[in-house]
């Protein structure tokens, strides 16, 4: 069973980084597409972006500027880079693996981890 | 962007009812939309890709419709597990891809 667990600081301060990783288990890393999700009361769910196994990103234009995702294929691992990061960026970011034709729904979910930007 | 809305913002039935959420695109998106379930602190399931297809495991009291910019998730008889928030999601051409702000099934 595929598995998937986000990982990194409850607590950022305002100007800093975001650094999540999300560890893949249970299952390939390949021909998927992994995908960082966020959640907040105020805006709902918003799709930050995706990498490939190959290293092929994309990025919501909201957040393209701040964001940066990478793929260790070893370590089975995708990660989230976000800087500067504001209070409007506390959140519970979600780690999702998307798949489709050649557009995404996302069918595993790790459990999620809440980020609070906050000094 | 394409915009998903969802209604009713809540919905209040009692368990054995069927239970009807709709969801509206702001453009034809083909049948492209899936429905989630999401309860209180855990992340949201997959229940339908396609429009219809039920994912794997999903009990058969689930059902999808629709097509191009309105789409309704139905569930038969509702369960106690089934009292959740639900919501659908675009994923159109191009991203970014888009959640409608969810549907509440509460318990009447």
């Known amino acids: 069973q595929l598995q998937l667990q986000e990982s990194g600081p409850g607590l950022v301060k305002p100007s800093e980084t975001l650094s999540l990783t999300c560890t893949v288990s249970g299952g390939s890393i390949s021909s998927y597409y992994w995908t960082w999700i966020r959640q907040t009361p105020g805006t709902g769910l918003e799709w930050i972006g995706y990498?490939?196994?190959?290293?092929?990103?994309s990025y919501n234009p909201s957040l393209e500027s701040r964001v940066t995702l990478f793929v260790d294929m070893s370590r089975r691992q995708v990660s989230l880079k976000m800087r500067p990061v504001a209070a409007a960026d506390t959140a519970v970011y979600y780690c999702?693996?998307?798949?489709?034709?050649?557009?995404?729904?996302?069918?595993?979910w790790g459990q999620g981890i809440l980020v609070t930007v906050s000094s | 962007e394409i915009v998903l809305t969802q209604s009713p913002a809540t919905l209040s039935v009692s368990p054995g009812k069927g239970a009807t959420l709709s969801c509206r695109a702001s453009q034809n998106i083909g049948s492209n939309l899936a429905w989630y379930q999401q309860k209180p602190g855990q992340a949201p399931r997959l229940l339908i890709h396609g429009a219809s297809t039920r994912a794997t495991g999903i009990p058969a009291r689930f059902s999808g419709s629709g097509s191009e910019t309105e789409f309704t998730l139905t569930i038969s008889s509702l369960q106690s597990e089934d009292f959740a928030v639900y919501y659908c999601q675009e994923y159109s051409k191009w991203p970014p891809w888009t959640f409608g702000q969810g549907t509440k099934v509460e318990v009447e």
């Open positions: 990498i490939t196994y190959s290293g092929s990103t």
């Open positions: 999702a693996r998307g798949r489709g034709a050649s557009a995404y729904y996302f069918d595993y």
